[in-house]
């Protein structure tokens, strides 16, 4: 069956500034907590990759049971607090990253609908302008020229979900 009208998923304006609300909380909440790294920095810091992630847990584990055993020369509070927010941005990026994928989902959607209503209306336009009724011909050559007169616009692929 094929899609349209995306289960009139539209929002109302109470769930636009509860959404946008939202956002400025988590702005809020973010401010002075994130970093913009260049593109020589994101390389000079790297991402540890899974190994060296269980090395760091390994040492946190050696600390957190046998904290004789741990370094003097580490901040152990910084290294715990590190630890902690790192937890804490990794699991809020997935979680921001499925909402993101939804998001993204749903407005490829919307998308297809506008596009499949907009190829409705110049089909009207179409055949209003061959039965000569005013105002059509210049909608038509005006939305028509966005289409490549050498190929007919063949109907879309249905929407990937």
């Known amino acids: 069956m094929p899609f349209e009208n995306f289960n009139n998923r539209h929002f109302s304006a109470a769930e636009k500034t509860a959404l946008n609300d ?3 909380a988590l702005e809020t909440a973010l401010d002075g907590k994130l970093a913009s790294l260049t593109p020589e920095e994101r ?9 060296n992630k269980r090395i760091v847990n390994k040492v946190k584990d ?8 741990s370094s003097k020369q580490v901040d152990w509070d910084e290294f715990l607090a590190d630890y902690d927010s790192r937890g804490v941005l990794e699991s809020t990026i997935y979680r921001l990253q ?6 993204h989902s749903a407005k490829i959607l919307h998308d297809w609908d506008n596009f499949q209503d907009s190829l409705r209306d110049y089909d009207y336009a179409k ?11 210049t909608k ?3 939305i028509g ?11 879309p692929a249905p929407p990937e979900e």
């Open 22 to 24: 939202a956002l400025a």
């Open 43 to 51: 390389k000079q810091y790297g991402s540890i990759n899974e190994q």
């Open 62 to 69: 050696y600390h957190d049971s046998q904290p004789d055993l």
């Open 98 to 103: 499925s909402l993101i994928n939804g998001l």
């Open 127 to 137: 055949y209003m302008m061959k039965i000569n009724q005013p105002g059509y011909e």
């Open 140 to 142: 038509v050559n005006e």
């Open 145 to 155: 020229q966005f289409f490549n007169h050498s190929n007919p616009v063949p109907p």
